[in-house]
């Protein structure tokens, strides 16, 4: 006994029902599943994002250190070429350009974001070792004026004293004094 308000369902109307859910429960589980794979997906591209920013570091670390390198070892030779302690400046400021021109090779494109205080250093040393070849010059056309100048004291002092000496004094004739 049946009422007239439960009506009986007739199949196709079930199976458009369980169509519909299927259907609803396939599209709800593929948006389900699409925003779970976006989400791993955008965690390994932060992940591989951070690793190449990591490993950009490290190569910045690492290059940082051979540049400290390079100029501790330009300002060592320069301090060489200052207090003259070297017997060949040329020898010592062509191992300076070489550094430096290493050094530039290191720093390479990151000049002017990541090595500001080496390149502005690098632009530096060139003009102070262009100053200091004038010096050495000038002070090597000094030491060549000293050893001239002992050179022709000593000269001089030799002839005044051949002059000093009276040449009749050592003449042996037959002169006799009366």
């Excluded at 932060?46 to 920013?53: A, N, S, V, Y």
């Excluded at 390149?119 to 102070?128: A, D, T």
């Excluded at 000038?138 to 009276?166: F, H, M, P, T």
Aim: proline share 1%; with cysteine; hydrophobic share 40%.
């Amino acid at each position: 006994m049946s009422s007239n308000r439960e009506k009986k369902l007739n199949k196709a109307d079930v199976r458009i029902g369980i169509w519909k859910f299927v259907l609803s429960f396939i599209v709800l589980s593929g948006v389900s599943f699409i925003c779970v794979f976006f989400f791993f997906k955008s965690y390994d591209i932060q992940r591989q994002g951070i690793r190449k920013e990591a490993d950009n570091y490290r190569d910045l670390l690492t290059r940082s250190d051979l540049l400290r390198i390079h100029v501790d070892s330009i300002l060592y030779r320069m301090d060489q070429l200052d207090i003259n302690r070297v017997e060949n400046d040329i020898f010592l400021k062509n191992s300076i350009m070489d550094d430096i021109r290493n050094a530039r090779d290191v720093m390479g494109k990151d000049t002017a974001d990541n090595f500001k205080h080496y390149s502005i250093l690098m632009k530096q040393i060139e003009p102070m070792l262009a100053l200091k070849k004038q010096i050495i010059d000038v002070s090597y056309k000094e030491q060549v004026a000293i050893r001239d100048l002992s050179e022709c004291k000593g000269k001089i002092g030799v002839i005044n004293n051949e002059l000093k000496v009276d040449p009749t004094r050592k003449f042996s004739g037959l002169r006799r004094r009366r």
